[in-house]
């Protein structure tokens, strides 16, 4: 069974720091790039990082510097260390993969982290 399963996520106030953690069962890890998006009421669905199957990160432009993706690929687990968070960074953060031989997309169920200020 594909599974996708995320945790850290919580209540924070602003400039605080968070730790997601994705756990994957399921697939080939090595064979997907991961990523973390990010859902806020009333708002589509966004990309926040992806790493690539070589460990390659890429950033959205609202959270360089501030927020870090990393893999364990002999963990099967991908994380997204989030510093600085801001109000806007509410949000419900999902995790994915992309297996990049057969193009399959998996979805976690996501976790909800609130920023106050």
């Known amino acids: 069974q594909v599974q996708l399963v995320e945790s850290g996520g919580g209540w924070v106030q602003a400039g605080g720091s968070l730790r997601l953690s994705c756990a994957a069962s399921?697939?080939?890890?090595?064979?997907?790039?991961m990523g973390w998006y990010r859902q806020a009421p009333g708002k589509q669905r966004e990309l926040v990082a992806v790493?690539?199957?070589?460990?390659?990160?890429n950033y959205a432009n609202f959270v360089k510097g501030r927020f870090t993706i990393s893999r364990d690929n002999a963990k099967n687990t991908v994380s997204l260390q989030m510093n600085s968070l801001k109000p806007e960074d509410t949000a419900v953060y999902y995790c994915?993969?992309?297996?990049?031989?057969?193009?399959?997309?998996?979805w976690g169920q996501g976790t909800q982290v609130t920023v106050s200020s």
């Open positions: 994915n993969a992309h297996n990049v031989i057969d193009s399959r997309v998996t």
């Open positions: 399921g697939i080939i890890f090595t064979n997907n790039a």
């Open positions: 790493i690539s199957i070589g460990g390659i990160p």
